[in-house]
Nanobody
Framework: QVQVVESGGGLAQAGDSLRLSCVASGRAFSRSDIGWFRQAPGKEREIVIAINWSGGATYYADSVKGRFTVSRDNAKNTVYLQMNSLKLEDTAVYYC???????????????????????WGQGTQVTVSS
């Protein structure tokens, strides 16, 4: 089992940067794919970025390509979401989620759907103002 906790959200101006962290407990973290999702008011939760258990495969939503990057440090049980050039439309609650990737190859693509992730954090608010 994996428990995840997000941190690093807050208020930023358009064009600024923020870094979110997802810290996990449990020895299964190093074998877990991690996804970052976000949900804006009145909208469905959507995938932002995902990284597989080894760090060897990632997925970026078109809306964040070139601005957001993901990395993981399995020794620290932490995944980072670096958000640069923030836009007003990036305002949302950001969630970290984990999916056990038992038997996955180092290059296996991480999941993208919310129902593929079993473990979720409580979310952290990111608000971008002009």
């Amino acid at each position: 089992q994996v428990q995840v906790v997000e941190s690093g959200g807050g208020l930023a101006q358009a064009g600024d940067s923020l870094r979110l962290s997802c810290v996990a407990s449990g020895r299964a973290f190093s074998r877990s794919d991690i996804g970052w999702f976000r949900q804006a008011p009145g909208k469905e939760r959507e995938i932002v970025i995902a990284i597989n258990w080894s760090g060897g495969a990632t997925y970026y939503a078109d809306s964040v390509k070139g601005r957001f990057t993901v990395s993981r440090d399995n020794a620290k049980n932490t995944v980072y979401l670096q958000m640069n050039s923030l836009k007003l439309e990036d305002t949302a609650v950001y969630y970290c989620a984990a999916a056990l990737a038992l038997g996955g190859a180092i290059w296996s693509a991480p999941p993208r759907r919310t129902d593929e992730y079993a473990y979720w954090g409580q979310g952290t608010q990111v608000t971008v103002s002009s």
